[in-house]
């Protein structure tokens, strides 16, 4: 009888062993038009992925672009602007007649200048800058004239005698200190450079009388940071403090147009050694950028091999195929502080709190006949000697049912970056680079199905390192909205420099982030 | 000169349309087969044999020639042919299966049929009988691996079999008669 049977199922394997039946011809084109529908599909997202890229290409073009010019602008006019009109606002500035408006009609209408000065404009090329134009233009309007005759270039400073705008003398400065400049061909110190005072001194025309002492300003803003407003190249100069050469200044802005070759001149923003702030972030978060997080089991779960002997519950549960979870979100906010190392180099760091969420699915779920509870299965329950006795057994019953469930690990971080400052005005823009170390507090794994619940939850989060490394990039745009206060918008790239999970792990996941992060900060 | 099923299987990785139509026209007949098996209806067949090979286009990426192309591609379209009769077995218990095997006396040859008369009769086999003969008599599971797959008993496998092989011999002894009166 048993030979029979055998006999009766090997005919019937060995008719349909070759079996071939031709099928529709409709088929491949259905087949063919789904498949490219796919492609399609894949094509979006690759340009939708580029247009993002684009669009933040641009963006930060456009913002570069715009904090180098409205940056070099605005230094240079803060600082002339602010200089002009503090030193004819003074009160030592005083006159009988009113400066008309300058040409940019906002400056210094409410100025005045001692009258009965005589102004003349030395050279018509060297005064071609902002401000210093309008002004020179007004006050030669005037006809300023000193008492003695001379001619000035601006709200000047006279060779000892008492000035005719009255700035000559250490009184008049009240409260600021004075350093005498000498003319080193007459040894004279009677012009004076006037440290830490929101003033201007005009150095008169010598030409005249052969001095080499030549035409120009010293323009002063409010921290004492200034620079030479020279019409004539000054070869040399002597201090009444014995200091010789050319002021320090002079190499960095020569006309009133800043020098930016050379790299050296002075930033607007001083002191901005140490701040601290808080910052929040988000962005994406992709665990499959090398390697994946294998968390689920595919339908290959249910490929049985055939005719190869005795396969049981061990082949069911070895012939898995993990689905790779997708692409998630990232979230983090913390505490950031920094120091400026010097004038181009920033150290920074923080203490965050980052979130970071992924989706997977799983069609393997186990039922408990008695309970009716069931429990989805994760790659790493596949091998797990308990599933496997109990489904042998029957007291857990294999269904067939798609899960989609949130993978999400909590982390602390502490980053460290090292910043580059591209540019530092008003508006900043810095190049960060760092590492930061996360340290695992939880991971939790959560059904989108309130009915079916996990396996082992804590096998989970055993899978995963105590502490993994992020490789940290970012482009930062900062405004400085007030003395203390700046604003920072950060976009920023994030890459895993060790797995995420550890080396026994099935899976092996070195994720990725790309976000962008606000802040604001407290400068001390 | 031909190309060779490894090129065929790195265009289809690679997502190469040619490679694909290579593939399909390669396996498509004799997978058709199957799914006929499997099915009552032609436009079912047709159906699963759609699904089968956009499943294997979209997996052939995670193909790592342990077994054959074939092999793999059969085990594919199997498990899509029993999802799509899923929903419509009913397996429980029939007879009791020694009763079953006592009454069974296999005096037919089945090389005296044509395939498509063997397929027919396969077809017509109420559905659990149908699809655990396929998987019992023609593709080699063992009844306690189909009971695994269709979460049912192993003496549920082995009395639906029972049935079907019954209903088959039945089946080909009246067509031997009708030949024989004919």
Known sequence: ?524 | MGVTEEEIIKGCQDGDGKSQKLLYDKFSRQMYAVCLRYTKEQLVAEDVLQESFIKIFDHIKKFRAESSLGYWIKRIVVNTALNSQRNKLYLYPMVDVQELNETCEDTNNVSDYTMDELLEMIRKLPTGCQVIFNMYAIEGYKHYEIAEMLSISEGTSKSQYARAKQLLQEKMVKTTQRYERG
């Open chain 1, 1 to 524: 009888m048993k030979e029979a049977r055998d006999q009766f199922e090997n005919q019937w394997q060995s008719a349909f062993a070759e079996a071939e039946v031709t099928s529709p011809g409709h088929l491949w084109s259905s087949i063919d038009a789904t498949l490219a529908g796919q492609r399609e599909a894949g094509y979006k997202k690759k340009i939708l992925f580029f247009k993002w890229v684009a669009a933040a290409s641009i963006f930060i073009a456009v913002t570069s672009g715009m904090l180098v010019w409205f940056g070099n602008i605005n230094e240079t006019e803060i600082l002339a602007e602010s200089s002009l009109r503090d030193v004819l606002s003074n009160e030592g500035v005083e006159g009988k007649n009113e400066v008309a408006p300058t040409a940019a009609g906002k400056l210094y209408p409410e100025n005045k200048i001692a009258s009965g000065t005589t102004i003349e404009k030395k050279d018509e090329k060297m005064v071609s800058t902002m401000g210093t134009d309008a002004l020179i233009a007004s006050v030669e309007e005037e006809n300023v004239s000193d008492k003695e005759g001379r001619s000035f270039v601006g709200a000047a400073n006279s060779h000892g005698s008492e000035s005719s705008t009255g700035l000559s003398n250490e009184s008049d400065v009240s409260k600021n200190t004075t350093r005498a400049i000498a003319d080193n061909t007459t040894g004279s110190t009677n012009l004076k450079r006037i440290d830490d005072a929101s003033y201007i001194v005009m150095l008169d025309d010598n030409s005249e009388t052969g001095n080499e002492v030549a035409d120009g300003a010293l323009m002063v803003n409010d921290n004492g940071h200034g620079f030479v407003f020279i019409l004539e190249k000054v070869d040399n100069m002597t201090f009444a403090d014995g200091e010789t050469g050319m002021a320090p200044w002079e190499t960095d802005f020569l006309y009133l147009v800043p020098d930016l070759t050379a790299g050296t001149h002075k930033k607007a923003f001083e002191g901005f050694n140490l701040w601290a702030g808080l910052s929040i972030g988000s962005g994406s978060f992709n665990p499959g950028s090398d390697g994946n997080l294998d968390l689920g089991v595919s339908e290959d779960a249910l490929n049985f091999s055939s005719g190869d002997g005795d396969r049981g519950v061990e082949a069911y549960f070895t012939d898995q195929s993990p689905i790779p979870s997708d692409i998630g979100s990232s979230f983090s906010a913390g505490l950031d502080f920094g120091t400026k190392v010097s004038a181009k180099v920033i150290l920074s760091g923080g203490l965050h709190y980052m979130n970071l969420s992924s989706v997977s699915s799983s069609n393997l779920v186990v039922t408990d006949p008695t309970s009716n509870e069931s429990l989805a299965l994760f790659s790493q329950d596949i091998s797990n000697p308990t599933i496997q006795n109990a489904v042998r057994s029957g007291d857990l019953i294999v269904n067939r049912t798609n899960v989609d469930f949130v993978n999400s690990f909590n982390y602390l971080t502490i980053p460290i970056k090292a910043g580059y400052v591209l540019v530092d005005k008003k508006l900043n823009l810095t190049l960060n680079s760092g590492i930061s170390s996360n340290f695992l507090i939880s991971n939790d794994i959560k059904s989108d199905d309130s009915t079916i619940g996990l396996f082992d939850e804590s096998s989970s989060t055993d899978a995963y390192r105590p502490v993994y490394f992020n490789l940290l990039t970012s482009i930062e745009l900062g405004y400085r909205f007030k003395e203390k206060y700046y604003f920072s918008l950060e976009p920023n790239y994030r890459r895993a420099i060790n797995t995420i999970t550890k080396d026994e792990s099935t899976s092996s996941s070195k994720p990725t982030s790309i976000g962008v992060s606000v802040g604001i900060r407290y400068i001390f």
